[in-house]
């Protein structure tokens, strides 16, 4: 009887077995599809947190205080898990790091700042630079999001006058037996050639979005192409590029990372570019090879000769940080300029479309009625 009851007993040893293996499978499905935080959302919590922090309150109190009654459930549990593992005797950079939803730039960082006592500086740093970033980023949206959605409105406007208007005023004339001569004939052949190509047209209009926003060898191959033609994207872009990476090179080099590390980390953020491999290659050779760092910026990356002038002076005056901040305030000024004219120039780019399309729906649509009306007039008496 006893050895029935043992034998029926399952083996506690072995049961979890498969329900561990089922369990890590479901976390690294769910691992896999974590997200990183938006800059909005990092904007808000490093100045919450750099704020606390200059108040004297310690990092795990901060990080409960900020994530109570926060409305946004994934940050709040989070920076629970964060708080956790440091209460658990983890490193901050450690505990930022496992929650797989901070950059490898945060994390350095908020090393640096921890190994050197001013992790509220870092805090501060931090979201002065995504600010910086999220400022860009909405003017470049305004300058490129809005005309192409008007032009978009406008387009399907002109395709549905050549395909629904016109064709009903072909109609009345074919009814009255007048034919088309002319301008109506004009507008008439037009209307059968958007009818034929449109489907062509839009489809392939949307197949070479999803490709451009899906390849970024496509979106370089193209962006490349515009920035040869077009003096001024290529000013802009470039400007914008070395702006990013040198503002957070010298944000991480001045809160005390190594000078090899900080080019490395600052080049994730022009990830996605040519100037992304450039930068890599040129901390190596700094690193490994032994060459001035300026020696490094001209022989292995395209970024402009007033970098490596200023770097040079940097190395040889022993004030890089000095240098690397007056770069990136120069740089930042270039930006906003160039892209105010970028700006300018495309809303006049696309009043002249829009004029030349909203020419093309009155001719395509009223003028044949115009054209036509006196020929229907006499048909009709």
Not at 16 to 34: D, E, H
Not at 117 to 123: D, I, N, R, V
Not at 207 to 232: E, F, P, Q, V, Y
Request: proline content about 3%.
């Amino acid at each position: 009887m006893t050895s029935t009851t043992a034998a029926a007993k399952p083996n506690p040893a072995a049961t979890p077995a498969k329900p561990a293996v089922a369990q890590g499978s479901f976390s690294f499905l769910k691992q896999s599809k974590v997200k990183p935080f938006t800059k909005k959302q990092l904007i808000s919590l490093f100045r919450g947190l750099g704020s606390m922090l200059r108040a004297q309150i310690n990092t795990a109190d901060a990080l409960k205080y900020y994530g109570q009654g926060l409305q946004d459930k994934v940050m709040s549990d989070a920076l629970t898990k964060i708080r956790e593992d440091i209460n658990a005797g983890v490193s901050i950079h450690e505990a930022f790091k496992r929650t797989g939803r901070f950059s490898d730039m945060v994390i350095g960082l908020v090393q640096a700042g921890s190994d050197a006592g001013q992790l509220h500086e870092a805090f501060t740093s931090l979201a002065s630079r995504f600010s910086s970033e999220l400022h860009f980023n909405k003017a470049i949206k305004k300058a490129t999001v809005m005309p192409g959605v008007i032009i978009s409105v406008l387009s399907g406007a002109f395709i549905f006058s050549q395909l629904s208007i016109v064709p009903q005023v072909q109609d009345m004339l074919k009814q009255v037996s007048q034919s088309p001569d002319g301008m109506t004939a004009i507008a008439f052949k037009v209307s059968a050639l958007t009818k034929a190509l449109w489907p062509f047209v839009v489809g392939g209009a949307i197949a070479a979005g999803i490709t451009i926003w899906r390849s970024d060898k496509i979106r370089n191959l193209i962006l490349g192409l515009g920035m040869s033609k077009w003096r001024l994207l290529r000013m802009m872009i470039l400007s914008l590029r070395q702006m990013t990476f040198l503002s957070t090179m010298r944000m991480l080099h001045a809160n005390g990372i190594n000078l090899a590390k900080s080019i490395r980390v600052a080049a994730n953020s022009v990830k996605g570019t040519p100037f992304y491999q450039e930068l890599r290659d040129a901390s190596d050779k700094y690193e490994h090879s032994g060459v001035p760092l300026s020696t490094a910026f001209a022989k292995y990356t395209s970024v402009d000769s007033q970098v490596v002038h200023m770097l040079s002076i940097g190395e040889k005056s022993a004030s890089l940080d000095s240098q690397l901040a007056m770069l990136s305030q120069m740089y930042e000024e270039d930006s906003e300029n160039y892209m105010a004219s970028f700006t300018a120039t495309v809303n006049f780019l696309v009043l002249l479309i829009a004029v030349g399309l909203i020419a093309a729906v009155f001719v395509g649509t009223f003028l044949p009625i115009f054209l036509m009306g006196p020929k229907m007039m006499n048909s009709g008496i």
